[in-house]
């Protein structure tokens, strides 16, 4: 073989060669796992769709706002560590007409001097609840599936009108507390599962929490929040669980271990994690008293506390005392009670865990 020739074979091996590595390079890339629209680093939890690291102190208010009570509530909850305040409630009265704030407390916040709407802002998340179980259509489907409703198979013209609804100083923190799911099961996870898609994209920096009641994790109910979480997690950050109105949920057992078989089994915090729900989606959620929760499930808040307690340190719920949270129905912002103070001395005691 003369000179050239051997030169000229040796460039064309050193060609394949380079393609070779170049596509190699082009299908590693292609195969590379995507990080999830919610993900954050630091997640314990493999294939976890992330939702919001860090343990979470929800409390809602369904009492007015005034100016003169503000900068003392700021004073108790910013001592108590509450992290998220969530005012009560957008509603629908009407399935053909848009949704309404004729009951909400974001009235009241907006309402409030500047000053104490910006102090109020600076030192928690604030935000506003849409649904609860007044108000509201029944069952929920009709909100989407009757040709008559305002939002019919439109979830971003919802979603939209939340936005707006809560203007852009409530923009930080919206959350879904929807009842009546009574049929429609499938559609009603599409239905919420598209609003919050569309709340992420209006606004990718909120933050989106459901308030499931624990019958929708179960196939009795449709396992509504189980495949919401399946299909939709990347597209909101936790529930607000309530453990509470549904039958027995008294003891550490049947909270955090094993739920009740007989009425809503596989409903504990450590089932939910065993079924796949990443423990930062998990915020356990109670009464202050027991007319709150009168229909089964409220434990006094000390008690409840040394509950939290033992819970953060269960090897069981691997790390849901880190990422979890708690939330308390409701905080009297018209007046001191017992039960204000309950609700603080809980959330101080369980924050210093």
């Keep these: ?14 060609e394949a060669v380079f393609f070779i590595l170049i596509v190699m390079l082009l299908i590693k890339s292609s195969v590379t796992p995507s990080t999830s629209k919610n993900s954050t680093s630091g997640s314990t939890t493999p294939g976890s769709p992330g939702g919001l690291q860090k343990f979470k102190r929800v409390i809602y208010v369904g009492y007015w706002l005034e100016d003169k009570t503000i900068p ?11 992290t998220h305040v969530l005012l009560t409630f957008i509603v629908q009265p009407d399935i053909t007409k848009p949704l309404s704030t004729a009951y909400s407390m974001s009235n009241a916040f907006n309402e409030l001097s500047i000053d104490n709407q910006n102090l109020l802002l600076e030192n928690f998340k604030i935000g506003v609840s849409y649904g609860g179980a007044s108000e509201m259509p029944s069952p929920y489907s009709n909100t989407f599936l009757l040709s008559n409703a305002y939002y019919f198979q439109n979830p971003a013209k919802l979603a939209q009108d939340l936005v707006d609804l809560c ?13 009546f799911i009574n049929g429609n099961y499938q559609e009603t996870v599409d239905f919420l599962g598209q609003v919050c898609q569309n709340l992420k ?22 396992d509504v929040y189980n495949l919401l979480y399946q299909t939709y997690a990347p597209y909101f950050d936790w529930f ?14 049947e909270i955090f271990i094993n739920s009740n078989e007989t009425d809503f089994p596989n409903v504990a915090v450590a089932q939910l994690i065993e079924s796949g ?23 006094d808040l000390t008690t409840l506390a040394d509950y939290f307690l033992t819970a953060m340190s269960d090897s069981k719920l691997m790390n849901w005392g880190q990422l979890g949270g708690a939330m308390i129905w409701y905080y009297n912002t018209q007046q001191e009670s017992i039960d204000n103070q309950n609700i603080m001395n809980f959330m101080s005691t369980i924050s210093k865990s």
């Excluded at 003392?72 to 509450?82: F, G, H, P, R, S």
């Excluded at 923009?171 to 507390?177: S, V």
């Design 1 to 14: 073989m003369n000179l050239k020739l051997f030169l000229i074979s040796v460039l064309v091996i050193l």
């Design 72 to 82: 003392q509530l700021v004073k108790e909850w910013k001592k108590a560590n509450i």
């Design 167 to 179: 203007g852009p100083k409530l923009n930080q923190y919206y959350d879904l507390d929807i009842e």
């Design 201 to 222: 994209k209006i606004n990718p920096n909120c933050e989106i929490s459901h308030a499931p009641q624990t019958p929708y994790f179960t196939p009795g109910f449709g």
């Design 240 to 253: 607000n669980i309530q453990y509470y109105n549904n039958g027995p949920s008294n003891t550490y057992n």
């Design 277 to 299: 729900i990443h423990p930062s989606y998990i915020v356990v959620g109670k009464p202050v008293n027991s007319t709150e929760g009168s229909a089964g499930g409220f434990v």
